[in-house]
């Protein structure tokens, strides 16, 4: 056994929280996700970080499940939290701190478009080449985490009425997986993302940045 299977052996023990069962991974996993949506909601761009580390954890967990789709999408993660995180610092016109903006018409037609076309590709991709029990519900919630993820990346009001939708139904998803602790995060994520969608659209009243159609 090698050192990073004898790692993941101990990481993946049963550990018993009160009525529910988890591991020793899954618990951080929740740990760093919670840190990493609590920094977004303050635009604090060390959220990127955590989600990098938060990403790669939870890739972890997913596989261990079979949820490949969502394993993925960590992988796609880590990459659009390094383009976020630059874009957060220098993401504007002028090279200076990202404002939040919202979409415009358009825009929230293209995303919605790009949600569909995504869960189509994925929900055959996961049917024909993986093992899932689940791929029409992977395919789908992935494809709507990656255009929650690349709104967040331009700081997109829209990306938390994204996450609400999308939190929801992982919740139900994480349960049906016994994944009751990550069910347990996605239910706090849903009112993290309400709290977040909120102090984004103060946001625009405090001089903290500006809201316009882009």
Known sequence: MTTLQLLLSYANMPLHLA???TTPLELLSFLLSVATVWLNIRQSHWAWLFAII???????????????????????????SIFGWYQWLH?????????VTALSPRGRVLAGVAWLAGFVLLAWFLKTYTD????KSDGFLTAGSLVGQLLLSRKKIENWHVWIIVDVLYVGLYLHKNLILTALL??????MAVIGLRAWRGDTHTGGGRLALE
Request: proline share 4%; no cysteine; hydrophobic share 45%.
């Open 132 to 135: 899932t029990d689940v791929p």
């Open 186 to 191: 996605y239910a706090v994520f849903v009112g």
């Open 54 to 80: 938060s990403s790669a954890t939870y890739g972890l967990v997913f596989y261990g499940s079979r949820l490949y789709g969502d394993m993925g999408l960590q992988l796609v993660f880590i990459t659009v």
């Open 91 to 99: 993401g504007d016109d002028s090279h200076d701190k990202l404002p």
């Open 19 to 21: 009525v529910f069962a």
